[in-house]
Nanobody
Framework: QVQLVESGGGSVQAGGSLRLSCAAS????????MGWFRQAPGKEREWVAN????????NYANLVKGRFTISQNNADNTLYLQMTGLKPEDTAMYYC???????????????WGQGTQVTVSS
């Protein structure tokens, strides 16, 4: 059974940085993709970034490109999201997920963590 546990969220001022972690178990890192999503109050969950776990290729949403970096440690099945230059509009619950196929689409993901809150103040 796949389990995903996010950590690293918190409150920062605009311009600050945070590093999110997602510990995965029951998952083979050679399969599919892992992604980060976020959901702000009253808004739909949106894709932030993903990494193809077998090849290490990454994709980013335009809103975060150049500020966020997704990475993975295959040795211990941990996914990271390094966030810099944070803006108030980045405030959301951040989720990691595992999926296959069209990995920038929420429909590709079948296993989700419980989320970690990121709050950016101006």
């Amino acid at each position: 059974q796949v389990q995903l546990v996010e950590s690293g969220g918190g409150s920062v001022q605009a311009g600050g940085s945070l590093r999110l972690s997602c510990a995965a178990s029951g998952y083979s890192s050679s399969m599919g993709c892992m992604g980060w999503f976020r959901q702000a109050p009253g808004k739909e969950r949106e894709w932030v970034a993903n990494i193809f776990t077998g090849r290490g290729l990454t994709n980013y949403a335009n809103l975060v490109k150049g500020r966020f970096t997704i990475s993975q440690n295959n040795a211990d099945n941990t996914l990271y999201l390094q966030m810099t230059g944070l803006k108030p509009e980045d405030t959301a619950m951040y989720y990691c997920a595992i999926g296959q196929g069209w990995c920038s689409s929420i429909e590709a993901y079948t296993s989700w963590g419980q989320g970690t809150q990121v709050t950016v103040s101006s």
